[in-house]
């Protein structure tokens, strides 16, 4: 559902458009005049503005130019009365998306032109997505002979339009590969759209994939494409792919095949103007045995199969992955000089991280919270916050402040370093925890 704006001082035009795109699913204000719809631009935002021409107190042109300001990505249509076709060319020079004539012929034409004008607000989004999403995932590097591989693997497969598997545990950067063998490819300028198989129901997941037409379901008020048309001349990556069900296992296999599908509800054959890589932490050969995945899907998607190493094989890039890290947490919590000292280094590079990266970043995240000075030391690195604390052995007695220090870097934790949760966690005052993270050196 879209929000638009309808301007217009003829209040039966105005009637009639709200209706009609109300009808559609949309969500419609309405304003009497221009004055009034720039007052609602600058209340609350808006996906597209239907706009009059000639209105009291502010026209449409003045409206389009002051309403493109506050809101850059607004999409909008100008209605026009015979004659004006000049002051339309102008406005779409202004940035209006088209205009309408008026008399309106059919609410069908509006409806049309409506849906045209937010698919291409959906398109710009999703490449400013697509881009934004570049940026958050760096290219990879490494010094492990392991990673050296597996990136090696991944250039050469970049430069053709073969489907690629990645297969890894939890964490260990599949979508940072998807995403650096987009950004490689002949596809680079074009969308990287990626779907989670695993947090859709199936139903919504098959409406996510290919698209409905309208009234193809319970509430499937408007037509609406799917991702793999979005995603048309870029990539489509398909996260936790093992976790599909049956049908749907069907269904990819016939867009793999042919590069064709229909929307929900449609009888148009669709092309999937896509590259595909799919990623899977489970054993698909396992799942194909035990008849729970497709083994013509699962050849499908195994053209080109690449393993993410565990981040314990491949501790030689711990230290400059925890720095890269670091600095993101660093920029997203308003403290970009963040270092790591020797022994936290040390540390970070011997633990098992069975969570692999994303427990490592989890963990520096963390330890930026405890800190509140420029350097992460060793201290502040908590491995597992909420794990029962070791009991001392009768031959490693523990002092007493060893295990205050133990208990007030825990409470921190589990509190983002709130310092008033922790102290009421350990039943202190505020004030005494101060003087307690003074003396034992805890930021």
């Known amino acids: 559902m879209s929000r638009i704006l309808v301007a217009d001082d003829e209040e039966g035009v105005r009637e009639f458009i709200g209706e009609t795109l109300q009808g559609a699913g949309h969500e419609v204000v309405l304003a009497e005049d221009g004055k009034r719809a720039l007052d609602e631009l600058t209340a609350s935002a808006f996906d597209l503005l239907v706009?009059?021409?000639?209105?009291?107190?502010?026209?449409?042109?003045?409206?389009?130019?002051?309403?493109?300001?506050?809101?850059?990505?607004?999409?909008?249509?100008?209605l026009t009365?015979?004659?004006?076709?000049?002051?339309?060319?102008?406005?779409m020079k202004l940035g209006a998306f088209d205009f309408l004539q008026k008399p309106i012929a059919a609410p069908s034409q509006l409806r049309l032109l409506v849906a045209r004008a937010l698919e291409r607000r959906a398109l710009v989004s999703l490449k400013e997505g697509s881009e934004r999403n570049a940026s958050a995932y760096p290219d990879l590097r490494s010094d492990a002979p392991a990673m050296q591989q597996v990136i090696d693997a991944l250039e050469r497969v970049a430069r053709t339009d073969s489907t690629l598997l990645l297969v890894?545990?939890?964490?260990?950067?599949?979508?940072?590969?998807?995403?650096?063998?987009?950004?490689?490819?002949?596809?680079?300028?074009?969308?990287?759209?990626?779907?989670n198989c695993a947090v859709l129901s199936e139903q919504l997941l098959e409406?996510?994939?290919?698209?409905h037409e309208r009234g193809a379901f319970t509430g499937a008020h408007a037509a609406r494409r799917g991702r793999i048309e979005l995603a048309a001349g870029g990539t489509f990556f398909l996260d936790e792919v093992g976790e599909l069900k049956p049908e749907l296992q069907a269904k990819l296999l016939r867009v793999l095949q042919e590069r064709s599908y229909e929307r929900l509800g449609g009888s148009r054959t669709l092309h999937a103007d896509v590259r595909w890589i799919a990623a899977t932490n489970r054993d698909l050969g396992a799942l194909v045995t035990e008849g729970k995945f497709r083994q013509?899907?699962?050849?499908?998607?195994?053209?080109?199969?690449?393993?993410?190493?565990?981040?314990?094989?491949?501790?030689?890039?711990?230290?400059a992955l925890a720095e890269d890290l670091l600095r993101s947490v660093g920029r997203s919590i308003g403290r970009a000089q963040l270092s790591l000292d020797p022994a936290a280094v040390e540390k970070l590079v011997a633990a098992p991280w069975s969570g692999n990266v994303r427990e490592l970043k989890n963990t520096l995240e963390r330890a930026a919270i405890l800190s509140d000075g420029p350097t992460i030391r060793v201290?502040?690195?908590?491995?597992?916050?909420l794990a029962s604390p070791a009991q001392p052995s009768a031959t490693e007695p523990q002092t007493l402040e060893a295990l205050e220090q133990a208990a007030i870097v825990r409470a921190l934790a589990e509190v983002d370093g709130n310092r008033k949760r922790a102290a009421d966690a350990l039943g202190i005052g505020v004030r005494t925890l101060y003087e307690k993270l003074k003396r034992y050196g805890i930021g």
Do not use: C
Request: aromatic share 4%; net charge negative.
């Open 51 to 78: 706009t009059d021409l000639k209105m009291p107190r502010m026209d449409g042109l003045t409206l389009l130019r002051q309403g493109k300001e506050l809101q850059p990505d607004l999409e909008v249509i100008l």
């Open 81 to 91: 009365a015979h004659g004006s076709i000049d002051v339309a060319v102008e406005a």
């Open 168 to 195: 890894g545990e939890s964490g260990t950067g599949k979508e940072v590969a998807a995403h650096y063998v987009h950004r490689h490819s002949a596809r680079a300028a074009g969308p990287f759209m990626a779907v």
């Open 207 to 211: 409406s996510e994939l290919f698209g």
């Open 296 to 319: 013509d899907l699962y050849h499908r998607l195994s053209v080109f199969p690449v393993r993410l190493p565990q981040l314990r094989e491949r501790r030689a890039d711990i230290p």
């Open 379 to 385: 201290e502040q690195i908590v491995l597992d916050p």
